[in-house]
């Protein structure tokens, strides 16, 4: 099979679908690989370093697309690329569909089969190929959260920590899985006093366990909730609902009541946000202010730390690339019901039920479809 890889084009966006050491692995499984000219150059990986591993590198992401029949890359199709999609490619990326309509419609126009990591599943009811950017996300958010608190940021001017004499920053965690896990143990490891709140108890349970009475746990209720929020310094929304927008639990009400100063950093924004007042930006303007509160919602945090979030993410996905190289798209899907939870788009269809509740569409189950795609 042509693997392609090309050069992400979201702003401030350094990963890369694939590192050298994949393609490596892939062409030993007889497979073509096409790299973009310089897709990995932002992360130290030239194309020298893709030559070496057995990748063929050409001039552009036309070359790629015009190719390639699986298409591996990190972050969603821009609408530039999504017009080079057709009927026989197999994307394999991060889609996060359900917020987004343009995508989705364009995706469906396309006719191509769309694979988004964040919903491919585990044994254990897990998403695998979230969880290390949830991971990185989760440290990043304290790290951010920290810098927006300065008083050069629009910060109140509080070291989350604080020093001996002087009470540290109130940080409140809302989510209790892979990302308000990892950012619990950065804000615990600062020094912060850390309230989080989830909705599972067993989940609460298990942080309960590890951090003892280094943190406040909480039951998410709504009266919970905005009395943590108001009496916060930092507020990181962790919140995720797999495939759908996530719920905006943080209102604007809460937000006027913060001390002016105080930082939100909505994690969950490439699902549309946790907050209400949240909207998605950038690496190069990650903030901005509004009712008195700093925003980060910089909607591919994992993208400032490329070269862990590229090497993370591929450990997680080579295994499912390889099977739809190997096996084939249909065949791999249709053997593989995890990889299959992963599958939002086929055919021009909708197959991820929250996706189509999120735009209106009709849900087509996967499965049928596939077997329909493999008997023509």
Known sequence: MIIGVPKEIKNHEYRVGLPPAAVRELGGHGHQLLVE????????????DYGDAGATIVGSAREVFAQAQLLIKVKEPQAAERSMLTPDHTLFTYLHLAPDRPQTVDLLASGATCIAYETVTDAHGHLPLLAPMSEVAGRMSVQAGARCLEKSMGGRG?????????????????????????????AVGLGASVTVLDRNIEALRQLDNRYGNRIRTLCSTRDALEQSVIQSDLVIG???????????????????????????????????????????TTHADPTYVEEGVVHYCVANMPGALARTSSQALSNVTLPFIVALADQGPV?????????RAGLNVCAGKVTHRQVAEAHGYEYTEAEPLLRQLQTH
């Open 37 to 48: 000219s310089q897709a990995g150059a932002g992360i130290g990986y030239s194309d020298a």
């Open 158 to 186: 509080v070291l989350l920590g604080g020093v001996p004499g002087v009470e540290p920053a109130r940080v409140t965690v809302i989510g209790g899985g892979v990302v308000g896990q990892n950012a619990v143990a950065m």
């Open 238 to 280: 962790a919140v995720l609902i797999p495939g759908a927008s996530a719920p905006k639990l943080v209102t604007r009400d809460m937000l006027r009541r913060m001390a002016n100063g105080s930082v939100v950093v909505d994690v969950a924004i490439d699902q549309g946000g946790c907050v209400e007042t949240s909207r998605p």
């Open 331 to 339: 065949p791999a899907l249709l053997a593989d019901g995890h990889l």
